[in-house]
């Protein structure tokens, strides 16, 4: 099983090795930012690595929302940044499931993902997985709930979208993470990426806050078993930057291999 770490864009492969991570994820642009991404000149070294490379979308990124002024760039920028991230040789383009606004009926969102794939096949095709990631809070939600999820799916599925799963998103998004990888796989059959993270917040608190393993309110076994069950690679989103990462990365390994 290969165990990394969200770091710093910088230089990512310098930020693998201070950590022992197999697998590294970042931001190709400011995530708060309408911007594509630019040309790197560490490209070919990141093409030429060991380690594992995937690209985490901008958060502004909502395709779901009947907003046309945040729908319709949304779709524009996950294709020029899914093209950035293939071309470094990524494994998959992370994005949030999204939402709709208040007031407005969740189908819709589902419809407009649908229409998302159908836009990016126009203009060539998705060239690499679009990983959908699980979401922690807002009751229009399009990932959040698993009700959600399968209503979701059942839309995109068609259309080959992997999916990430965020243990701290799961939990404080009010889904057990006992068995949490059957019930997934039965929705969407597969799951591409771990987001192995503690949460600060309880239970089903709709709260986004991510906490070293351990140091927060999910049993750090259950985070374990997850991923052992998965099967798929995972990547810690916490703080405390190299050495808070290293130990999280650390336990992770040492609890798949016992």
Request: hydrophobic share 45%.
């Given at each position: 099983?290969?165990?990394?770490?969200?770091?710093?864009?910088?230089?990512?492969?310098?930020?693998?090795?201070?950590?022992?991570?197999?697998?590294?994820?970042?931001?190709?642009?400011?995530?708060?930012?309408?911007?594509?991404?630019?040309?790197?000149?560490?490209?070919?070294?990141?093409?030429?690595?060991?380690?594992?490379?995937?690209?985490?979308?901008?958060?502004?990124?909502?395709?779901a929302t009947l907003n046309n002024r945040i729908?319709?760039?949304?779709?524009?920028?996950?294709?020029?940044?899914?093209?950035?991230?293939?071309?470094?040789?990524?494994?998959?383009?992370?994005?949030?499931?999204?939402?709709?606004?208040?007031?407005h009926d969740v189908a819709t969102g589902f419809?407009?993902?649908?229409?998302?794939?159908?836009?990016?096949?126009?203009?060539?095709?998705?060239?690499?997985?679009?990983?959908?990631?699980?979401?922690?809070?807002?009751?229009?939600?399009?990932?959040?709930?698993?009700?959600?999820?399968?209503?979701?799916?059942?839309?995109?599925?068609?259309?080959?979208?992997?999916?990430?799963?965020?243990?701290?998103?799961?939990?404080?998004?009010?889904?057990?993470?006992?068995?949490?990888?059957?019930?997934?796989?039965?929705?969407?059959?597969?799951?591409?990426?771990?987001?192995?993270?503690d949460s600060r917040d309880p239970f089903d608190?709709?709260?986004?806050?991510?906490?070293?393993?351990?140091?927060?309110?999910?049993?750090?076994?259950?985070?374990?078993?997850?991923?052992?069950?998965?099967?798929?690679?995972?990547?810690?989103?916490?703080?405390?930057?190299?050495?808070?990462?290293?130990?999280?990365?650390?336990?992770?390994?040492?609890?798949?291999?016992?």
């Open positions: 099983m290969r165990i990394g770490a969200h770091v710093e864009p910088a230089d990512p492969l310098a930020e693998a090795a201070a950590r022992g991570a197999d697998v590294v994820q970042f931001f190709l642009t400011d995530p708060q930012a309408w911007t594509d991404p630019e040309p790197r000149a560490d490209a070919d070294a990141l093409r030429a690595a060991d380690v594992d490379l995937y690209i985490h979308a901008p958060y502004r990124i909502n395709v729908r319709i760039p949304s779709r524009k920028l996950l294709l020029s940044h899914a093209r950035a991230a293939a071309d470094l040789g990524a494994k998959g383009l992370i994005v949030h499931g999204g939402h709709v606004d208040k007031g419809e407009n993902w649908k229409k998302t794939f159908e836009y990016a096949a126009k203009e060539g095709g998705f060239p690499l997985p679009i990983l959908v990631e699980n979401t922690a809070g807002g009751d229009n939600a399009c990932a959040r709930r698993f009700d959600a999820l399968a209503r979701l799916w059942d839309t995109i599925g068609e259309y080959g979208a992997g999916f990430c799963l965020d243990t701290c998103h799961a939990f404080a998004g009010g889904e057990e993470l006992l068995g949490i990888v059957d019930r997934v796989k039965a929705i969407t059959g597969r799951i591409d990426l771990i987001h192995a993270n608190s709709g709260r986004d806050r991510h906490d070293n393993l351990g140091r927060g309110t999910i049993d750090p076994e259950l985070i374990v078993a997850v991923i052992r069950a998965a099967g798929a690679p995972a990547v810690v989103e916490t703080p405390g930057g190299a050495e808070g990462q290293g130990a999280d990365i650390t336990l992770l390994r040492d609890g798949l291999a016992a």
